[in-house]
């Protein structure tokens, strides 16, 4: 995708076709080497945003909703009740709005709706699963479960490419509370290339390591609900909600007991 200045119809830069929707939408702010540009159009089938400079005292961030569903299971262990699997998945992409946020509070002042396209990738996830009966019994509360699976799976992607020798920006990932292929509590991690680029593969196979990494690193984090240095994204495209940085350890600590009973 070529970002051009509406002025002059040079090429000011380029971005990737994936990310395109959620960084160079029309009323997109753009930072480009340090200058700040408004996104006035972006025209898919041409592959061109057109924007021009303007110093603006607020930023923008994309939401994005992104479905996630099992194409075939290649290999899976069991951690006593709660199962780590390796297999192929579809996952569906769509930018629906975009907040404003006044700089540099980083307080919302706007949201606008936006209609793009879905993208679509089929690709290779790992994924790990925790059933209900396990969630009951340990007294996680109902409410939080949704917060410390995504606090779960933001850090795990964080830590994946200290095993699997990738940026974070290669790979993506997904979180519900019971999703409708397992009819559990469900955690997955996928390349963010089309059949995959083996990052997945790596952490299923690295997955005592990696996950206990990823435990610890939320555990040994000295704030108080959650940050950038253990739950927080960049790349979120639910702006880091909800998250429950307590939760997600005693998520882990279900899941690592039974690989560790293994």
């Not at 290999?75 to 297999?87: P, Y």
């Amino acid at each position: 995708m070529q970002l051009i200045e509406a002025e002059t119809g040079r090429v000011i830069g380029t971005v990737g076709g994936s990310s395109s929707h959620g960084t160079a939408h029309a009323g997109a702010v753009y930072v480009h080497r340090g200058e700040t540009w408004l996104v006035e159009s972006l025209d898919l089938e041409e592959h061109v945003a057109v924007m021009h400079r303007a110093e603006l005292p607020y930023s923008t961030s994309a939401r994005e909703i992104t479905d996630i569903s099992i194409v075939a299971e290649r290999e899976h262990r069991m951690w006593q009740d709660c199962r780590l699997s390796l297999g192929e998945v579809d996952v569906s992409h769509r930018v629906v709005s975009f907040l404003k946020r006044r700089q540099p509070s980083g307080e919302v002042i706007g949201e606008e709706l936006l209609d793009l396209p879905e993208r679509s990738l089929r690709t290779t996830a790992v994924w790990w699963t925790v059933p209900g009966d396990v969630l009951t019994e340990s007294g996680l509360a109902a409410a939080d479960v949704p917060g410390a699976a995504h606090a779960a799976e933001h850090c795990s992607i964080g830590l994946l490419p200290l095993f699997a020798t990738c940026d974070r920006w290669d790979i993506g990932g997904v979180s519900t509370a019971l999703h409708a292929d397992t009819g559990r509590l469900t955690v997955f991690v996928y390349d963010g290339h089309p059949g995959g680029a083996g990052f997945a593969e790596r952490g299923f196979h690295a997955a005592l390591e990696w996950l206990t990494a990823t435990r610890e690193a939320i555990a040994s984090c000295e704030c108080l609900e959650g940050c950038p240095s253990c739950v927080q994204s960049p790349k979120c495209g639910n702006q880091n909600s909800p998250l429950d940085k307590r939760g997600a350890v005693a998520l882990l600590d279900l899941l690592l007991v039974g690989a560790l009973a293994e």
